[in-house]
């Protein structure tokens, strides 16, 4: 089974960065696959945060563009999300999202492989 799991979220104050990693289960998934980060806050729905396709396109939401940063590196399987400058409306859950897609689409139900979660809380 393809699997994804997240890690490096937390408890952080406002104005500090983090970085959130996706891992994959197979060495070739992050070649093959769209990747993304959603995140839900307590109470909302889940929002698209940011894709990056397989030829490296990336896209952010307005509300992180700017200060925010999506990477992969092959060697360990990950997608990284960088976020800097972080405020209390970044609070939620993030969760790591692919789909075997040239293009990454926006909409969450077209994502079909979803990571566990982890959860990051921002306090002013």
């Known amino acids: 089974d393809e699997q994804l799991v997240e890690s490096g979220g937390g408890e952080m104050q406002s104005g500090g960065s983090l970085r959130l990693a996706c891992t994959a289960s197979?060495?070739?998934?992050?070649?093959?696959?769209?990747m993304s980060w959603f995140r839900q806050a307590p109470g909302k729905e889940r929002e698209l945060v940011s894709t990056m396709a397989i030829d490296g396109t990336q896209y952010y939401v307005d509300s992180v563009r700017g200060r925010s940063f999506i990477s992969k590196d092959y060697a360990v399987k990950t997608v990284f999300l960088r976020l800097n400058n972080v405020k209390p409306e970044d609070t939620g859950v993030y969760y790591c999202a692919a789909v075997r897609a040239w293009r990454c689409p926006v909409n969450k139900d077209e994502f079909d492989i979803w990571g566990q979660g982890t959860q990051v809380t921002v306090s002013s």
């Open positions: 197979d060495d070739s998934f992050i070649r093959r696959h769209c």
